[in-house]
């Protein structure tokens, strides 16, 4: 069964500093991978995807995530973070059927 | 903004009321979704829509009843709730729904409390 695994809960930084959020999924079949962000009381809004083609890839704010083969990963980076990246993010993984399957989720707090 | 627009932002019942949440999208997606999030967690899938027939119910009790009327429409009929179905109620669109690599747009949800 295909799985995806967020490693933090939570990731407390401070802004202007870099940050990494860590997405390890398990899959036996060609996988479709998303970000997405949800703010304080709003539904979830989608950040990025890997479909296929370049491993490496952006969102308009900044953020990126590179799909990893070999070590079953999709890591979200952003260089310099700024106190409105303060949200919840979730991994997911789309599998037959059309269901998602999301991680738990890390809570990104970014402090002043 | 959103292109899922979902009604209303709060809505406060009793055990014993009915009540409907409604979802609307105009993206000409064919695949519609309700989901079910519970505080700091991921959200759970509840029911899958296909072409508008149901083509997913994730074991979801009958107290819960989906309905979609149209192609751009969902509903969500509820009925006599328990306490532990206060939660934010989420709907989702995808273009295709057995299209892998497309992917599922959320409105704002529909934050439920059962008193």
């Known amino acids: 069964a295909q799985s995806v695994t967020q490693l933090d809960s939570q990731v407390p930084v401070f802004e202007e500093a870099p940050v990494e959020l860590r997405c390890n999924y398990s899959?036996?079949?060609?996988?479709?991978l998303f970000w997405y962000v949800q703010y304080p009381n709003q539904g979830l809004q989608l950040l990025l995807k890997y479909l296929s083609g370049s491993t490496l890839v952006e969102s308009i704010n900044g953020f990126e995530a590179e799909f990893n083969k070999s070590q079953t990963s999709f890591h979200l980076r952003k260089p310099s973070v700024h106190i409105s990246d303060t949200a919840e993010y979730f991994c997911?993984?789309?599998?037959?059927?059309?269901?998602?399957?999301f991680g738990q989720g890390t809570e990104l707090s970014v402090k002043p | 903004d959103t292109e899922v627009t979902q009604t209303p932002k709060h809505l406060v019942m009793g055990m014993t009321n009915k009540k409907s949440l409604k979802c609307e999208q105009h993206m000409g997606h064919r695949a519609m979704y309700w989901y079910k999030q519970k505080a700091k967690k991921p959200p759970e899938l509840m029911f899958v829509?296909?072409?508008?027939?149901?083509?997913i119910n994730e074991s979801v009790p009958s107290r819960f009843s989906p309905e979609c009327p149209n192609s751009s429409l969902l509903n969500l009929h509820l009925h006599a709730l328990q306490p532990e179905d206060s939660a934010l109620y989420l709907c989702?669109?995808?273009?295709?729904?057995?299209?892998?690599?497309?992917?599922?747009?959320f409105g704002d949800g529909t934050r439920l409390s059962i008193l």
């Open positions: 829509y296909s072409y508008e027939k149901l083509s």
């Open positions: 989702a669109s995808s273009q295709d729904p057995v299209a892998y690599n497309q992917p599922q747009h």
């Open positions: 899959s036996s079949v060609s996988v479709y």
């Open positions: 997911a993984v789309r599998v037959q059927g059309g269901k998602l399957i």
